[in-house]
């Protein structure tokens, strides 16, 4: 079944983007590169904070 997804920040230069499921069940931070900087990184989780996400279980995935 399709999933609905917002966009709730996204890099000026497409290299990077932060999107959320509406009911808060899941949000991701999507990167052009496999690493992120962290001061990125940081923001990215504080934006998801700030639109109610719960920011306690992240999992970050590098390896693929």
Do not use: H, M
């Not at 009911?23 to 109610?52: H, M, N, P, Q, W």
Request: hydrophobic share 35%.
């Amino acid at each position: 079944s399709p999933s609905e997804y917002w966009i709730l920040d996204i890099d000026a230069n497409y290299q990077w983007v932060i999107v959320g499921e509406p009911c808060k069940k899941g949000g991701y931070i999507l990167s052009r590169t496999k690493t992120l900087d962290e001061k990125i990184k940081a923001e990215a989780v504080s934006t998801l904070v700030r639109f109610g996400y719960d920011v306690s279980n992240l999992i970050y995935r590098g390896d693929c």
